[in-house]
């Protein structure tokens, strides 16, 4: 599967995805010890919503456009409001800011970041997108490469996300290999693993993998339409080890508001389970 992100920015995956991590980033501040965020495939930034590759698959119209044109009401609301902030200050609904410029939005002057990105232009683009910050990097490295290097912080605090394009055979294989290396370094860290689920199965096996070796694991999908063949996709999901102590009571609040705005039809659902091992 092709996943780049610039072809399906603004989607139903990312303002699941996106809306978890500022969740948990919003978790993260309520220290005042600096945290540290490291993006293992961060992209270019900012997406021109109207541009070649977004305006191709128009998935952002059944996404993050969705809940800006018709915002989502009572808790589950206030909950995206932190998220839908920082897309608006991003420039949407023209732009839509991936997940590094989320997470710089969120930062505060003691925290710190690395975002991993191996294309060498969308590295370029990253650090454009991200200004002159003395409190972030873009660094260009194989994700991979740069989570064995990057953890753990020195601050001790802090989430990685691990967010590939899955256009490789092996990349379950890769970020389960990588996933388990960082925990051995750094067991306390959150680590948020994204994944397009279009093999249940897969999906399935990666998560219970991962929970064989992780003491606390939560797994999350989004369905907005039944799985057809030939459509595009239709659940994404998330393993969130180590998840803050209050995310899973807020996804109970934003996972059934997400299914109704978001759902493109028939089989719309959602699934939460928490897990870890034995």
Excluded at 79 to 89: I, K, Q
Excluded at 183 to 195: F, H, I, N
Excluded at 212 to 228: F, S, T, W
Excluded at 240 to 248: D, F, K, S
């Amino acid at each position: 599967m092709n996943y780049r992100h610039e072809f399906h920015a603004g989607n139903f995956a990312d303002v699941l995805k996106h809306a978890a991590l500022t969740r948990a980033l919003l978790y993260l501040r309520r220290k005042d010890k600096p945290f540290r965020v490291i993006d293992t495939h961060a992209g270019a930034g900012l997406y021109d919503l109207a541009g070649p590759e977004a305006a191709r698959s128009n998935e952002a119209k059944d996404g993050i456009l969705r809940l800006l044109d018709d915002p989502v009401p009572g808790a589950a609301g206030d909950l995206l409001a932190p998220y839908l902030e920082a897309v608006r200050a991003a420039g949407a609904p023209k732009f839509y800011p991936g997940s590094p410029l989320i997470a710089q939005a969120l930062m505060r002057p003691q925290d710190r970041a690395a975002f991993c990105e191996l294309l060498p232009q969308a590295a370029q683009d990253l650090r454009r997108a991200l200004g002159r910050d003395p409190r972030v990097k873009a660094i260009e490295i194989d994700g991979y490469t740069g989570l064995k290097a990057y953890v753990p912080p020195v601050e001790r605090r802090g989430l990685v996300l691990i967010d590939p394009p899955f256009e490789r055979r092996d990349e379950y294989e890769r970020a389960f290999d990588s996933l388990q290396a960082a925990l051995r370094k750094w067991p306390g860290g959150t680590y948020m693993v994204w994944q397009p689920v279009k093999e249940p199965e897969v999906a399935a096996a990666f998560c219970r993998a991962i929970a064989a070796e992780a003491p606390d694991c939560l797994r999350v999908d989004l369905q907005v339409e039944a799985p057809q063949p030939g459509r595009p996709l239709a659940r994404t999901g998330l393993l969130i080890v180590n998840p803050p102590y209050v995310l899973e009571q807020e996804l109970q609040i934003l996972l059934p508001a997400l299914t109704l705005a978001l759902a493109r039809g028939p089989g719309a659902e959602f699934f939460m389970e928490r897990y870890g091992a034995a």
